[in-house]
T-cell receptor, first 112, second 113 residues
Framework: DQQVKQNSPSLSVQEGRISILNCDYT??????FLWYKKYPAEGPTFLIS?????DKNEDGRFTVFLNKSAKHLSLHIVPSQPGDSAVYFC???????????FGTGTRLTIIP | KAGVTQTPRYLIKTRGQQVTLSCSPI?????VSWYQQTPGQGLQFLFE???????NKGNFPGRFSGRQFSNSRSEMNVSTLELGDSALYLC????????????FGPGTRLLVL
């Protein structure tokens, strides 16, 4: 039972354009969401998070949007840079529960 | 601060053997979580330890076990290895609270032959 889904295994975007990565969840108890970025041979690196009391959180080139009614979140990267090429995982947690539930990841490739 | 370290980085074992993986969290972090990453499955939560106590557990068989020491270092053990246990095992630490950021180590890649 995949409670966090990333339906696009891969995505290619031209350098300088916007990258949009999507994530859907099924568990209505989730109230905290995170995005991690992973390069080969390295562990995931925290990118940005959002609490369910917000619908948007921004950090530099990265913005996460949360649509609670649709149980959907997205990560926008603007402008996309070659160094953004990596696998991106979304993750979710329920309040008071330390366990993170991850999606299967989206491989983002930025084309120079 | 030094990051999360995991040893060994690579390991080859045969079916039926057991293996122990080690994780040293960031200094001051009391929570250590373990994840298994396999192609197509993403990261699957194994368990979390906080102050030497397991406080959360994922849906893995009893062959997977762990422990945490008083210095917050953690070990994960897999007994009677199966081919399907081949994966990247990731350890993550955080200071304590559930919504504090988890910082991951580079992982231990285990290959079971």
């Amino acid at each position: 039972d995949q409670q966090v889904k990333q339906n696009s295994p891969s995505l290619s975007v031209q350098e300088g354009r916007i990258s949009i990565l999507n994530c859907d969840y099924t568990n209505s108890m989730f109230d905290y969401f995170l995005w991690y970025k992973k390069y080969p041979a390295e562990g995931p690196t925290f990118l940005i998070s959002i609490s369910s009391i917000k619908d948007k959180n921004e950090d530099g080139r990265f913005t996460v949007f949360l649509n609670k009614s649709a149980k959907h979140l997205s990560l926008h990267i603007v402008p996309s840079q070659p160094g953004d090429s990596a696998v991106y995982f979304c993750a979710a947690a329920a309040f008071g529960n330390e366990k993170l539930t991850f999606g299967t990841g989206t491989r983002l490739t930025i084309i120079p | 601060k030094a990051g999360v370290t995991q040893t060994p980085r690579y390991l080859i074992k045969t079916r039926g053997q057991q293996v122990t993986l080690s994780c040293s969290p960031i200094s001051g972090h009391r929570s250590v979580s373990w994840y298994q990453q396999t192609p197509g499955q993403g990261l699957q939560f194994l368990f979390e330890y906080f102050s030497e106590t397991q406080r959360n557990k994922g849906n893995f068989p009893g062959r997977f076990s762990g422990r945490q020491f008083s210095n917050s270092r953690s070990e994960m053990n897999v007994s009677t290895l199966e081919l399907g246990d081949s994966a990247l095992y990731l350890c993550a630490s955080r200071a304590g609270g559930p919504q504090e950021t988890q910082y991951f180590g580079p992982g231990t890649r285990l290959l079971v032959l």
